[in-house]
């Protein structure tokens, strides 16, 4: 087999290599992948990025892929599950990404077939590159030789692996809120971020929960396109994925505490503003009053033609709300 760049023949082919107990013989084309699945120690791993219509097509022709998979790969709108058709497995994972501008999660899908001897995945949307992945396969010849299903083991690793920097900055979202929350009290804004992260949340365990039965279908023996020796290392994944999922457990029920917190922060809020307008109302009730009486233009009035019966009444009426006042303050209301 001739070694080549596959990458600059046709556009959607990320990567297309073969390998033979556990090491990398090379880039193939399309056209050699027959020759390379005829070898029993041997495997070909090709890798897809929003393939068209027509090079999906010709690669469920060379590895003979089932056609209810292959419209799924092509539509790209599936949940995260497994699927046996006959002698291979069928895989859809959804990638996570953090995008710092929006300040919230990407989502991309990756769905892999994975046959005794090929692994087939086709990427699409915010997903990075599975370089990182193969070349970390590459540098462990001895567990690679185990064939595809430690091919999708790595893969699945390194998209649930992804998932933690997500979960860590959903993480410090949720303490900022906390923090403004408590600091400068409760609003419309705050109830609004609650519930967009919230659902936020929801997006993300949508993406996690189900690879959880997928890992424990993988680790489980009725599935034999896998080998005893790579079940562990899905129980790895699995590890992981039971671990994000009681992180997203806790941060929704804390969301939920926070909400009934601001909530409860907006009624005390209120209610002190209610306080202070019941007590400054209390005190203009004093001079509205004593002033109501004195303009009623009643004419016997003796402290009407008394010299010191105008300071008096308004000396009275300060005093008194003055009193008033310090008794509301001390008392709270103020």
């Known amino acids: 087999m001739k070694n080549m760049a596959p990458t600059e023949e046709r556009v959607g082919i990320v990567v297309c290599a073969a390998?033979?107990?556990?090491?990398?013989?090379?880039d193939i084309t399309l056209d050699e992948i027959p020759y390379a699945l005829q070898?029993?120690?041997?495997?070909?791993?090709?890798?897809?990025?929003?393939?068209?219509?027509?090079?999906?097509?010709?690669?469920?022709?060379?590895?003979?892929?089932h056609d209810l998979a292959v419209e799924d790969a092509?539509?790209?709108?599936?949940?995260?599950?497994m699927e046996i058709y006959g002698d291979s497995l069928f895989v859809v994972l959804r990638t996570a990404r953090w995008d710092e501008s929006a300040e919230t999660a990407v989502y991309g899908e990756t769905h892999v077939f994975v046959g005794r001897n090929y692994l087939v995945s086709v990427r699409h949307g915010a997903?990075?590159?599975?370089?990182?992945?193969?070349?970390?396969?590459?540098?462990?010849?001895?567990?690679?030789?185990?064939?595809?299903?430690?091919?999708?083991?790595?893969?699945?690793?390194?998209?649930?692996?992804?998932?933690?920097?997500?979960?860590?900055?959903?993480?410090?979202?949720?303490?900022?809120?906390?923090?403004?929350?408590?600091?400068?009290?409760?609003?419309?804004?705050?109830?609004?971020?609650?519930?967009e992260l919230k659902r936020e949340l929801v997006t993300f365990r949508r993406a996690v929960l189900p690879l959880i039965d997928v890992c424990t279908d993988l680790i489980s023996?009725?599935?034999?396109?896998v080998p005893d020796a790579v079940r562990p290392y899905f129980r790895d994944v699995l590890d992981h994925l039971k671990r994000i999922n009681d992180t997203l457990?806790?941060?929704?029920?804390?969301?939920?505490?926070?909400?009934?917190?601001?909530?409860?922060?907006?009624?005390?809020?209120?209610?002190?503003?209610?306080?202070?307008?019941?007590?400054?109302?209390?005190?203009?009730?004093?001079?509205?009053?004593?002033?109501?009486?004195?303009?009623?233009?009643?004419?016997?009035?003796?402290?009407?033609?008394?010299?010191f019966g105008y300071p008096l009444v308004v000396g009275a009426t300060f005093a008194a709300c003055g009193w008033l006042y310090r008794r509301l303050r001390r008392s709270g209301w103020l």
């Open 19 to 26: 390998y033979a107990e556990g090491r990398r013989i090379g």
């Open 39 to 65: 070898r029993e120690d041997s495997f070909v791993w090709l890798g897809l990025y929003e393939p068209d219509e027509a090079l999906l097509a010709e690669v469920q022709a060379r590895f003979g892929l």
């Open 74 to 81: 092509h539509k790209a709108h599936q949940r995260p599950k």
């Open 127 to 195: 997903s990075q590159t599975y370089r990182p992945a193969r070349l970390g396969c590459e540098r462990q010849p001895q567990l690679l030789a185990h064939g595809p299903s430690f091919a999708l083991y790595t893969l699945m690793d390194f998209v649930v692996d992804n998932y933690f920097p997500v979960l860590s900055d959903y993480e410090d979202r949720l303490d900022d809120l906390e923090t403004d929350i408590f600091a400068g009290g409760a609003d419309r804004d705050s109830t609004q971020e609650i519930y």
């Open 221 to 225: 023996l009725r599935v034999t396109h």
């Open 249 to 307: 457990d806790t941060m929704r029920e804390m969301l939920a505490t926070v909400l009934q917190v601001s909530l409860a922060l907006a009624s005390v809020r209120q209610n002190e503003v209610t306080k202070a307008l019941a007590g400054w109302a209390a005190i203009l009730a004093v001079p509205t009053v004593i002033f109501g009486l004195y303009g009623m233009n009643f004419e016997r009035m003796p402290e009407l033609h008394w010299p």
